[in-house]
């Protein structure tokens, strides 16, 4: 309450100072602008003194009187206390009906659904699925899987081009900018889904016969390229592979190690170290010296035609490579967009600077531009990376065994239990994505801390 | 020897290699190796892509034929451009009766109307102009698509509509002419300026009551027939869907985006729990949720149709991404801004609508309408649960059965439609952006 005091003064304060003040030809109260000021303060000051403002308060008598509709906190209460009782009402309305309409319709309710066994069969899979014996929950984890598998590869594919694309939106080269330009603005005005279906039924389905696959990899056929899809070799690892994984492993521990251990040179005595060579040929070095040594124990499953069809090997179908590629050739678009905006809010001078003292363009941008550039870059960037995750729902126009066509489409068709199902598929995306907002949150965290 | 002149030596131009076409081809495009190389590599996707491209959509191009034999006989590498050309009704209408698509046109047409004064100049009260076409055009037009026996509701909205429509159109003319608003124009053509305030008053509220008579009366014998919503479709379909979203998305996330900041806990937390449950989602999801949850939520008996359970879905879905859109530019004003404004004894509403709001709107313009975009994109997504919107029409021509397996063209002018109208959008706010910008810079450009 004692807060509100001083503004009434400092409005009264400034009324008298607008009275008195020398562009208005009649000054109410004649006294110099400095001394105004001088009595003023003292005013305030006394005001904000716990003793005066009793004894002002008491000349003053302002109506004190408790107003019951116009206090805060009652207020503040009534409207929490309405609106829970408004959102209280409708979650009861809905359930009550939806518990009725069950009821009504005989239908069965709980998770006991996803013990019993699926009937229809998943053509890509990541796990052991047998038809008729695999549950609905190993058809829920094929979804998952599958929508993980093939957001992940679209997010890696979308960066890695996005970035190409955002710099080649920056370059001097005039033709190439506009090049980037024509190609952000036609894959970002035109709706993801047409281009999933295009890249399915106007690209992939176009493709030679299995007798006629394009061979990707020049003659060697372990990548083949069919309109039933990518037939490619698969690792088959002997016994001692693991010693390979291992040192691949220890490689890259050295790699980090390397990287601190250099930097920390730099830091000492000023010398930069060839630290991609080194780390390449570590990484190079190590796994393939213990691939060689333990034997080459891995096997490659190459696919083979047989009758109608490949055998052997891994293979992708069409629809997974229509969606992998719709959905990595529109992302990187908005990918690219956040790049250029991202090195743009770099402020000139640093590049100057960094020319300045004689840097190289090129280490210009990836010592000083790039890393402040990350700062603007990587919060829209995360949210790209939930947007893929959330687009690669549009499998299910193409028929992509993803978690939403395949669990959220078919399962409840075959199964019903509508609401688990609606529920747990919700759940899939809810947890990734409240995951990594918090992460964010914790990383724009630490950066608010290091801006200046 | 004189080697002072009295006159400036002119400035000579500069050379012609730095001037010239070629001194700006080798500025730009040729100005060190690697350019050299991006250059040529450039020019040569230029060419693939335009040459391919021109030879197979246009000079090879079919654009009439009976059906998809035909257009092969006519040419077997170019595109078949008749299928869509011969479906392009159905594109734009669905399956809207033929006879009927004038009311489609019309209801478009009185939006423009509607809209248009809003760029006029020298129009006034154009807030209101914009809350009449928001609040009140769609039940016109609502009448106008469905059709159908009105009820006394649907009779007084339509009255109230036409109204709206003849005030506007009259107002906006007065405005452009003359700067003065309609019942400015009225008082003064009435020579009513030296009457009292309250005969003014009466005096309008007159004439309106009277428009209000004779437009009720004109509409009473007005008979439209009856169009189910399933026989919507195509662009249209689109169109209704996404203005719908747009239309409810603002508003909604506005208020989701002030909940979000609020005081109040319990606000606070149901505002941040609704928009981080539906920003986690996909779409699709929610829109299968909408069509199978709905008829359970509903009370028995009681069937909501598809095309209101999506326009329903994806209200709610976008008015969480505005939401969040709101919220960055409310994030953009500075505190000083509120605390001034509680200074001088405004309330919240008041310092939001009118001190804040319109500083937060105004910053957020370009990411307003990219979330419009957005919308308008995402709504082909109503095609996979079997609503028939344009990308559900242009499907549906590969299983006609003179276009039996043509794919390609009608996706491709899919592509081309959105293409021009969020081309449009996104350059328009653009220019709406630098044209409203006060000099202060509040991002980081």
Known sequence: MDQGRPDVFTAYALKLCDGASPHSGLAPIRLSYESLHVTLWSIIVAANDAETTNKVSALIKPKEHFDFFHDERVRSFLYQFLTACAVGWVVWYLVSNTSHNLEVRGMNTGFGFLTSSAGFDVDFKFIEYIPGQGTYFDIFLIGCLNSLFVSGLAIVGCTILGFFIGILRLSSNWLSSKLALTYIEIIRNTPILVQVIFWYIGVFSFLPTVKNSVDLSFGAEVFLLNNRGLNMASPLPGDLFWLTQVAFVVAVIGVFVLRYWSHKRQDDIGKPFPTLIASSALLAILPGGVYLLTGSPLDWDIPTLQGFNFVGGFSLPPAFLALLFALTIYSAARFAEMVRAGILSVDKGQSDAALAIGMRPSRVMVLVVIPQAMRAIVPPMISLWMDVLKNSSLAIAIGYADVVSLFMQTTLNQAGYAVEIVAMTMAFFMTISLTISALMNYYNKRIQLVER | ?445
């Open chain 2, 1 to 445: 020897m004189a080697i002072v002149t009295k006159q400036p030596t002119p400035p000579r131009p500069a050379p012609l290699s730095e001037s010239s076409v070629i001194g700006w081809v080798r500025i730009n495009l040729f100005n060190s190796w690697m350019n050299t190389g991006l250059t040529l590599a450039s020019l040569y996707i230029v060419y693939v892509a335009v040459s391919g491209l021109g030879v197979w959509g246009f000079s090879d191009a079919v654009w009439v034929a009976k059906d998809r034999r035909e257009c092969f006989a006519i040419s077997v590498d170019g595109a078949c451009w008749a299928g869509v050309v011969s479906w392009i009704d159905n594109i734009f209408y669905g399956r809207y009766p033929r006879a009927e698509l004038w009311r489609v046109n019309l209801g478009g047409v009185l939006l423009i109307v509607w809209m248009a004064p809003l760029w006029l100049p020298r129009v006034k009260a154009k807030i209101f102009i914009g809350l009449s076409a928001v609040f009140i055009y769609p039940f016109l037009a609502g009448y106008l698509f469905t059709g159908g026996d009105k009820g006394i509701f649907m009779q007084t909205m339509v009255t109230v509509a036409m109204v709206c429509v003849a005030g506007n159109t009259l107002h906006a003319m007065i405005g452009v002419i003359s700067g003065r608003s309609l019942p400015e124009f009225l008082i003064g053509f009435l020579r009513m300026k030296e009457a009292s305030e309250k005969n003014q008053r009466n005096m309008l509220l007159g004439i309106l009551s009277l428009t209000v008579i004779a437009a009720y009366i004109l509409q009473m014998n007005w008979s439209l027939e009856t169009v189910s919503w399933t026989k919507w479709g195509g662009m249209f379909l689109t169109l209704v869907i996404s203005g719908i979203g747009i239309a409810s998305a603002l508003p909604g996330g506005i208020i989701l985006a002030l909940g979000r900041r609020s005081k109040l806990t319990l606000i606070r937390v149901l505002s941040i729990s609704v928009i981080e449950m539906f920003r986690s989602l996909p779409l699709i999801t929610v829109l299968f949720m909408a069509t199978t949850m709905f008829p359970l939520f509903m009370p028995e008996g009681f069937v909501l149709n598809k095309l209101v359970q999506v326009i329903i879905a994806v209200c709610l879905f976008y008015a969480c991404y505005m939401a969040e859109t709101v919220r960055g530019g409310l994030q953009a004003i500075a505190p000083g801004q509120q605390e001034a404004a509680h200074t001088i004894g405004f309330g919240y509403w008041k310092t939001m609508g009118l001190v804040v709001m319109p500083q937060a709107l105004r910053v957020m313009i370009p990411n307003i309408v990219g979330t419009f975009i957005q919308l308008l994109k995402d709504t082909t997504l109503v095609s996979i649960i079997g609503l028939y919107d344009i990308l559900g029409m242009l499907r549906a021509i590969s299983q006609d059965t003179p276009w039996r397996g043509l794919y390609r063209e009608p996706l491709l002018f899919g592509a081309i439609v959105f293409f021009i109208v969020c081309f449009i959008m996104s350059k328009y706010s653009r220019h709406l952006e630098v044209k409203l910008s006060t000099g202060h810079k509040t991002g980081n450009e």
